[in-house]
């Protein structure tokens, strides 16, 4: 009988250096910033591992945005955040499919307490990495970022009272339209809407979609030097072209931006050219593939991962200007339901951090089968 005990207190005392070791491969990423892994706390709110360097106060705050906005629906308290007891840190919070459509519950860092902190990313020459290990259920939107929507349009929803203009830094979606159910990384140099469309435009995603009911890792990647964005599965930045992009539901606004001048990836030197016949031939250059005739230049390809980005993330004019960062949900008009499953960690790093680096975060807690070795408490 003495034995139980002791067993059960190894088995503690490994788990508990199992996390340790986990968290410190993140911490020792360059560029880190900030880890939320839901195990550790402030009081009674998650409260992220930081940098040596970060001052600010990142814990998360439980918030219902319809009733910040809308005036309609209860607050939000952190029993809305269910804790699963297991995750590659060993806690996750479960997003569930709410069915009450004035209640839409999200972590949210507030702006005030994050602007101009590390994980407020924006402006001149500045790149970023946001990583999320997750395990979904369903939907296709917002899982983390600075990515606030908006709630001046009133799409499927009534008008908000308190009408705010998009604020849009960098975010992680499960795929939206570009690719419902991949990963997707967004990102914005106007903090609103781009191409013309009423909406941000400008993300990559993946070919792949992420796998229902598994843990993973997905990730954006945005490199201001290299000018684009990147998004990743499992540590995996999988190139990804859209055919005839303008019949595309998502690309179709990039598109449309490549024919009237306003979406203009490098086209010099193509990297192959293909003849088609007599006068007509296909230029593959780095991020579109254009049939040149006699009748003029026609997109027929674009490259969705990585995407054409030539700007810096947009700069809020101050703190009463710029979005909070959330994770589960986004402030948006249309009130969705959005993702739905568990989130078992958060990480920011500001800069692009190398395709090595990424793979080797996305081996934490991996076994050789490549599932995760979960941590229990």
């Known amino acids: 009988m003495r034995l139980i005990p ?136 917002a899982i983390a970022g600075i990515w606030h929507e908006g709630t001046d349009l009133a799409a499927n929803s009534k008008q908000a009272k308190r009408v705010e203009q998009g604020m849009r830094q960098y975010a992680l979606f499960a795929g939206l339209a570009a690719n419902a159910g991949a990963s997707a990384a967004h990102v914005s140099e106007t903090g609103g809407s781009s191409f013309g469309d009423k909406y941000a435009r400008n993300l990559s995603v993946t070919p792949e979609l992420i796998p229902n009911g598994e843990w993973c890792l997905v990730g954006l990647r945005f490199d201001n030097r290299a000018n684009t964005v990147s998004s990743s599965l499992d540590g995996k930045e999988t190139e990804y072209w859209i055919d005839q992009p303008e019949k595309h539901p998502f690309f179709q606004w990039p598109a449309k931006g490549w024919r009237e001048g306003t979406y203009t990836p490098p086209e010099k030197k193509p990297i192959s050219r293909q003849v088609i016949s007599a006068g007509v031939e296909i230029l593959t250059y780095a991020f579109t593939k254009v049939r040149v005739s006699p009748a003029g230049r026609e997109l027929v390809a674009l490259k969705a991962n990585p995407f054409w980005f030539p700007h810096d993330l947009f700069t809020p004019a101050g703190a009463d200007r710029g979005g909070p960062f959330t994770i589960g949900r986004v402030i948006h008009s249309s009130r969705s339901v959005g993702f739905v499953g568990e989130i ?24 050789a089968n490549g599932r995760y070795e979960l941590i229990r408490r």
């Open 6 to 141: 002791i067993l059960l207190l190894v088995t503690t005392l490994e788990a508990q250096q199992n996390y340790e070791a986990r968290i410190a491969a993140v911490r020792k990423t360059p560029g880190f910033v900030a880890f939320w892994d839901f195990v550790k706390r402030d009081g009674d709110r998650f409260a992220p591992h930081q940098g040596a360097r970060e001052k600010a106060d990142l814990r998360l705050d439980p918030v219902n945005y319809v009733l910040d906005f809308w005036g309609e629906g209860r607050a939000a308290t952190m029993a809305d955040f269910p804790l699963t007891g297991e995750g590659p840190f060993g806690q996750a919070v479960r997003f569930k499919a709410e069915a009450d459509r004035d209640f839409r519950p999200v972590l949210l860092v507030p702006r005030a307490r994050l602007h101009n902190s590390g994980i407020d990313v924006k402006g001149k020459d500045q790149s970023v990495t946001l990583l999320a290990w997750i395990k979904r259920q369903e939907g296709n939107h």
């Open 344 to 367: 078992g960690g958060v990480a920011v790093f500001n800069k692009a951090i190398s395709p090595g680096q990424l793979q080797r975060l996305s081996a934490i807690g991996r076994a």
